[in-house]
């Protein structure tokens, strides 16, 4: 479905002891604006979302002294986000810019001997994006140290050998040219491989010509047809000693290699391919054909085995299959002894992911999480034998230590009422590095030790607005819904609440539909909580956290049971003495914009809308979208499979129920959920003399109110705002555009 921060200052003893590069400086967050400041704590505002900072990609060092991570700032002037690589002791003491600020770098990893620091950045002159800078001495700029392994290679425990997956022509497994040919205007001008017509006059053609699917998508925009016909690259094993500058190429198959590991004594490698290790193109072409049947229950609804788990010797050979496990594997890891690997299985698309293990000499498979409710998102092997499993439970994040032997439950080690990501281990196992982020707070980075004690901040580049800002809490609810189902949910209170006074509410719907609200910093309910609103926000069924089953449950019932969820957190809320039930809205996103215009169709209860990257006809959704595998699977077939149900879950056969003031957010170059909808509703809106504002958004994606940028993000919370405002608080709320986050 970020603030610059200034020059640095002068590094404390303790850090003057490690390697840094030429003009490495440590910095404080960015200085409050004098404009800004107050005499206390006072509301958020959409313009602080300049001044925030996000931190993320955590990575240890060898050696475990240090932690190196990606900051994300704002460059408010220039309207775009800005990334660095910075550094700080996991001892404690100030972080450190490691990168240069007048570069793009990001994802910073160590090489296994610690001896370089490596990154992603896009600088001139370069090949590639890999650029490292070194550790083990005084060092100047960034530079790239011949061939690199992927930032996926996996590595045995001495650091002497890199294994993994390629296409020994380069390019990735499975593409096809899409190259212009001389005196074409662009590659998707140019007549696809296949296609009958052809420009009169290729230099005076710019038009896009396509035959084919997968011709635009939401990340990249228009993508060109193949140029000539089909040819399929396997992704191949290879493996890179230290201190070679030339890969070796173990394999030639006709058939893909994934989810590689080396095995730590560096004899084995284990990795996920086909379960018959048929030829990709057989596979595919299967898949293709298939994908153009209408739905059959039998056939569709059957469980499958898609892969399983094979080893190799290191020196090559005959691949073993290690065990037969239906369904697929992903995310391989030996153990530290090297006689079993652990990875995590999904048994089916709609069943819920598990922790495992396979003995790689008896092929025993073992379940390590039984029938838990919640699903693992990431595990590390522990020196000690144990598991550390980090699962989204809820709203929140849990990191686990489980049992090899499967025995007893999983066991919270670091928890509370926060999301945490980006979990790192030392190579010792020792300490993880993690981002957290609590409904108050914005992302920080910490570190702890492996069994969860000892935890600490090591960064605080959000202090200084957290201290200026009052950021809204919430209130955690659970509730009973219909059938007696529980679900999680969360009202925030308004800035300056005071008891004994009534204010207005609005709901707030996610994405997906199997995405999440959680115990996190949310730019978009401190917007509204900012100007003086309650904010509900709750996980219906469909959402993601509460295991399969639930994720699941709305298939083929959509607007059903999780229209009737949302509703009861209303009817929860709204019995609340300081809530004022004749002055809610609601809003939400993709999913949660559809579900918006739903909820203007079945009810008047609300007193303004507004829907962003909506969606209000499936059939012309399917038409134009490059998402059409989600009502594939969730509408049970395609729109001509199954035209009923596409039908009634389509918001724009009912539009004249709706008498609800709507503000519409839409992307110009949205591809996920295009233009088309929100046209459509907004022209039966109009027509019926609704009230009704449609904001389109030029250069955006579906991604605006996350990654788009920054002055329309801005832009976009400013109007909810007013818009709200306007039908809640009242016209006098209403601030203009230019001063709305003032």
Partial sequence: MSPTVRPGRLLPAALLALPMVAGAQAAAPAATPAASRTAGPRAFTPTDVYRLTTVGNPAVS????????TVTTVKEAENRRHNEVWMVPTAGGAPFRFTSPSTESSNPRFTPDGKHLLFTSQRPGGKGSTWAIRLDEPSGEAFQIGWLPPASASWTRDGALAVFADT??????????????????????????????????????????VVEFGYKSNDRGYVANRAEARRWR??????????????????????????????????????????????????????????????????????????????????????????????????????????????IHRPARAKSARLATVDVASGRVKNLIGDW????????????????????????????????????????????????????????????????????????????????????????????????VAFSDAERIVYKSVGGQEIEGWLMKPYGYQSGKKYPLVLYIHGGPHSAYGE????????????GMFVLYTNPR?????????????????????????????????QR????????????????????????????????????????NWWSWYGSSDAQGLTEFEFFGKPWDNPTLYDTLSPIRYIRKVKTPTLMVQSEE????????????????????????????????????????????????????????????????TTTTADAGK
């Fill in 62 to 69: 060898p050696d475990g002294r240090r932690v190196a991570f």
């Fill in 168 to 209: 020994s022509e380069g390019g990735a497994a499975g593409s096809d040219s899409t190259r212009a040919s001389d005196g074409v205007r662009s590659a998707i001008s140019r007549a696809p491989f296949g296609a009958i017509t052809k420009p009169i006059d290729p230099k005076r053609f710019d038009g896009r010509h």
């Fill in 234 to 343: 396997p992704a191949q094993l290879f493996t890179l000693a230290k201190g070679d500058t030339v890969k070796k190429q173990l394999t030639r198959t006709s058939y893909s290699h994934r989810n590689v590991a080396v095995s730590p004594d560096g004899r084995w490698i284990a990795f996920v391919a086909d379960s018959a290790l048929r030829p990709d193109s057989l596979v595919e072409t299967e898949r293709d054909s298939i994908a153009r049947l209408p739905y059959d229950k039998a056939r569709d609804e059957a469980e499958r085995n898609d892969t399983d788990i094979y080893v190799i010797p290191v020196a090559g050979g005959t691949p073993r299959k290690v065990a037969t496990i239906p369904g697929s594997e992903a995310q391989l890891d030996w153990s530290p002894d090297g006689r079993t690997i652990a990875f």
């Fill in 373 to 468: 409710q919640y699903e693992p998102a990431g595990f590390d092997w522990l020196s000690n034998g144990e598991l550390a499993m980090n699962a989204e439970v809820g709203g929140r994040t849990g990191l686990f230590r489980v049992r090899a032997d499967g025995s007893g439950a999983p066991r919270e080690v670091l928890g509370g009422r926060r999301r945490m990501s980006g979990f790192a281990f030392d190579p010792a196992k020792r300490q993880v590095a993690y981002v957290s982020t609590g409904t108050t707070t914005p992302t920080e980075l910490y570190i702890a030790n492996a069994d969860g004690t000892g935890e600490r901040k090591l960064t605080s580049f959000n202090d200084a607005i957290s201290k200026e």
């Fill in 520 to 531: 996190n910093w949310f730019d978009e309910f401190q917007n509204l909580a900012g100007a």
């Fill in 542 to 574: 469909g959402s993601s956290g509460y295991g399969a089953d639930f994720t699941y449950s709305t298939r083929g019932r959509w607007f059903d049971e999780d229209y009737q969820d949302l509703m009861k957190a209303v009817d929860v809320a709204a």
């Fill in 577 to 616: 003495p300081d809530v004022d039930s004749t002055r809610m809205g609601v809003t939400g996103g993709s999913y949660g914009g559809v579900m918006t215009a739903w909820v203007t169709v079945k009810t008047n209860r609300f007193k303004a809308a507004q829907t962003d990257r909506m969606i209000s």
């Fill in 670 to 733: 949205d591809f996920r959920t295009p233009m088309t909808d929100a046209e459509q509703w907004f022209m039966g809106l109009r027509k019926q003399g609704v009230p009704t504002e449609l904001v389109r958004y030029p250069r955006s994606t579906h991604e605006l109110s996350r990654s788009g940028e920054p002055w329309l993000l801005v832009d976009r919370l400013g109007r909810l705002r007013q818009w709200f405002g306007h039908w809640l608080i009242g016209p006098r709320a």
